[in-house]
């Protein structure tokens, strides 16, 4: 780290705004025109190495001023202190945000505070990855397990996962995690596209993109439902047809669903052989998705994009309610929070698929995905990260697929930092996409 | 209602802040400083009548102009509509606004948005109350099963309760109304006390205020319990020695525990006798109160003042994982959403407990509990009203308490009006009291 004397300068915030509602590229049963947008977050300190924090917080468009106010209201805790104290101990700093009681008030740990906190967590991160010149995962992978439980809030989790427990776990992935990682440098890992699935596209385009999946390696694709069913059997049985037996389709429901209609309507898809349902119903309805998940096995269930906080996911796995965990880099607090997800996965045995695609997910996300295959998991078996072909050449490191998988990216930090020409291009509402769209 | 050209021409939105931090009243093992504060929410209109819509999310001081963008960002679906459209389906206009897809996408349906609806909402029905020439809580108590039923959103309610189910509960409490009606307002609605339980109080003052408490006519007291084991056991045998053995001694630990802990710290205070345990964990977590409310039966488990939706407490009833359902007026999206959870609860069997205190939550929530005992539930056995001897001067029609009970209020609207004159003084930061404290 560099001189102790470094101090954090600004929080500083930006509404960036892609017009995504031109086109029907992001459009699903509950979203139907989203114009995706960053709450995009910039930590910056006086040090002489120029370095800043970046991460951002992903919303629809309107609502994204909101979510910049929440992430301001967080300058205070950062503005003036000193950088080496803050990521020295980025437990305590997360442990502060999230318990913190005027703030915990308007969760508590939900929403807008707790996206707002994710972000302030994630770019305290990248900082540090880039401080220490490695990309995320990797600094992360390489911490000793004990640094690594001292990340973790256990408040609320202890009846399904103690410091100890979380320990053991970290402590048996030590091994191994030279050569994991060298098999992740060497190979990428696997990921899944829902580029050809979304519910505005034509049967003729749904087929043609998923064929060019196939080919391009993927093994896994998704198809978005829970608009109209006979539609969603018609472009069940294109996608299958064009994709052949092999091939997983997995299908998305976006929360469209109360438990009864999402049981009817997977029995419905079922001949199309579905390999998970995801966010079949609200994302808060623990027994309801336990419900649906003995209700249509062998079709797995899959959620967490909107859970709110590491107490949802620990329920979903007490009860036996989802086969697979997607965490979001973005919606809960930061990288903290996701450890501890992470945690509770393994010790359940549950796989982690990510959600991403939006603005910067799967470049932020990638990252948690290789730290648990590297060391917490272990593993990388049945696990994909979701990859939609969306804005990413507007950030500096954008992520990297090869044949169906992630690269493991090398350069240093967390993977948010947007371009400064994309930033001021479409910053809302006076960035020159936005000014020459109201002429 | 007035003429149909009257159109809504505003929505104001207030930061009033109350500077309760400088003694301990509302001190609890969460909240060590709160000033105890509002977003204050004004409809107007352009009728000739003069009547506003007022209703309030309250906050506990920093982040109140967080909640207060929240609520403004509402305006544009409500200002330059017609009045008559809007309060003759609020059902619609609640649906419209918790399922918006940009907002939806900031929850779905909890934290900042989610009060930001039930404020909206809320100002609403204060409006309809008004215009009717009723206090709400009768306005809505005469309403037709069938129209009672069209205000609530059963999205993601089927599995636990059909619209067919909520009308036969009304359809059963239709009988009796009259005579329900005719005895809230000959006795009053039950109340209990939190006055003499804060956490900073001596146990002189515990005992004094436990006391007058009972000489008050109140047969339940409530303690805040949370912060040092040996402390509660305490000021819990203390209470119990100034109430005596007929009266009712309810805790909170406002979240404080784990699942284990709660378990071991409520048998510490088992040989008092303590009725319910408030909060004992995080208000998401619904199997842990599940597992505390089995191990320490027969003391009962009570939550939802900071459950976010009506998911949350379906599946506390589902699961049997609370004996008291405790709605809060501002926590959720209004009065259509509490109406659904009184349902929910009439339908499990489970007694319905507001939560009330912090600012004009008395005020607001009395009138849903009296509406659930004339037209819901139908009963007011084991039901009690939170009353907290704060701030009460503030509003326009104060709650009204007498040897216990709440006498049900009289006045048009739903309780939530502020004296102007308040709103001047305790502005924040500019209004006098402020300016003067910075001096």
Same sequence: chains 1, 2.
């Avoid at 829902?194 to 196939?214: F, H, I, M």
């Avoid at 799967?362 to 078996?381: K, P, T």
Wanted: proline residues 5%.
């Amino acid at each position: 780290m560099s001189p102790p004397t470094d101090r954090f300068t600004a929080l500083d915030v930006y509404d960036v705004r892609f017009p995504t509602s031109d086109n029907l590229d992001g459009s699903d049963a509950m979203n139907a025109n989203p114009d995706y947008s960053a709450a995009y977050a910039v930590l910056r300190t006086d040090a002489t190495d120029g370095l800043e924090g970046h991460a951002l917080a992903f919303t629809t468009g309107p609502g994204n001023d909101l979510q910049i106010s929440a992430i301001k209201g967080l300058a205070e805790w950062v503005v003036g202190r000193r950088v080496e104290d803050v990521l020295g101990d980025l437990g305590a700093f997360s442990h502060e945000l999230i318990h913190e009681p005027h703030l915990r008030w308007l969760g508590p740990e939900k929403g807008v505070v707790q996206m707002a906190a994710g972000a302030m967590i994630n770019a305290a991160w990248d900082l540090r990855a880039k401080r220490a010149g490695q990309p995320l995962w990797q600094h992360l992978a390489r911490l000793e397990p004990d640094e690594l439980v001292s990340l973790v809030d256990f408040r609320y989790l202890t009846d399904a996962l103690t410091q100890g427990e979380a320990l053991a776990i970290l402590e048996r992935a030590r091994q191994g995690r030279g050569e994991r990682e060298e098999r992740l440098l060497n190979q990428g890992y696997p990921a899944y596209t829902t580029t050809p699935g979304w519910l505005g596209y034509s049967d003729d385009k749904l087929d043609r993109l998923a064929r060019e999946a196939v080919e391009q390696g993927f093994t896994l694709i998704k198809l978005k439902v829970g608009a109209d069913v006979a539609d969603d059997v018609r472009r069940m049985k294109v996608a299958r047809a064009a994709v052949g037996d092999g091939i997983r389709i997995a299908v998305d429901a976006n929360q469209r669903w109360d438990v009864g209609p999402a049981i009817d309507w997977m029995r419905a898809l079922g001949p199309y052989d579905p390999y998970w349902i995801e966010e079949p119903t609200s994302p808060d309805d623990v027994l309801g998705h336990a419900v649906i998940r003995h209700a249509i096995h062998p079709i797995k269930v899959a959620t967490g994009e909107h859970a709110a906080n590491r107490m949802i996911f620990k329920q979903l796995l007490q009860i036996g309610a989802v086969d697979i965990v997607q965490i979001d880099a973005a919606r809960v607090a930061g990288v903290n929070e996701n450890l501890a997800i992470l945690l509770l996965a393994a010790k359940y045995g549950i796989p982690v698929c990510p959600h991403a695609g939006g603005v910067g997910l799967c470049e932020m996300v990638q990252h948690l995905s290789m730290l648990d295959y590297v060391a917490v998991s272990g593993s990388w078996e049945d696990r994909v990260i979701e990859h939609v072909d969306h804005l990413h050449e507007h950030f500096v490191t954008p992520v990297h697929l090869e044949y169906g998988r992630y690269r493991a990216p090398l350069a240093a930090g967390g993977g948010g930092e947007m371009l400064a020409d994309s930033v001021a291009q479409y910053s809302y509402p006076d960035g020159p996409i936005w000014a020459a769209r109201r002429q």
